[in-house]
């Protein structure tokens, strides 16, 4: 049974950071690009950053850019998403991703994959 189980979201001033990690366990990790999806409340679940098998390719959305940065431990079987220079609307759940298909990029333009976590929240206060 694959299992994505996120961690490390919680309340953070503006202009903080977060580190969250998505712990991957039924699956062969490093033949999964990994995904880091958000969704704020009333809102559609959007696109924030996305790492291949290797890790050696990344995307992200254009709002994270700069301040996001998405890594990934195939020996942990763990996916990161370090989050510097937060803001109010980066207030959503947190949820991670896995898919075996395509590439960080097509994760990016879908939104599309096979497996997902449950999410952790994160809330940035003004």
């Known amino acids: 049974q694959v299992q994505l189980v996120e961690s490390g979201g919680g309340l953070v001033q503006a202009g903080g950071s977060l580190r969250l990690s998505c712990a991957a366990s039924?699956?062969?990790?490093?033949?999964?690009?990994m995904g880091w999806f958000r969704q704020a409340t009333g809102k559609e679940r959007e696109f924030v950053a996305a790492?291949?098998?290797?890790?050696?390719?990344?995307n992200y959305a254009d709002s994270v850019k700069a301040r996001f940065t998405i890594s990934r431990d195939n020996a942990k079987n763990t996916v990161y998403l370090q989050m510097n220079s937060l803001k109010p609307e980066d207030t959503a759940v947190y949820s991670c991703?896995?898919?075996?298909?395509?590439?960080?990029?097509?994760?990016?333009?879908?939104?599309?994959?096979?497996?997902w976590g449950q999410g952790t929240q994160v809330t940035v206060a003004s």
């Open positions: 790492i291949s098998k290797g890790g050696l390719n990344t």
């Open positions: 991703a896995a898919d075996p298909y395509g590439t960080p990029q097509t994760m990016g333009v879908t939104g599309n994959a096979k497996y």
């Open positions: 039924g699956l062969t990790f490093s033949l999964y690009h």
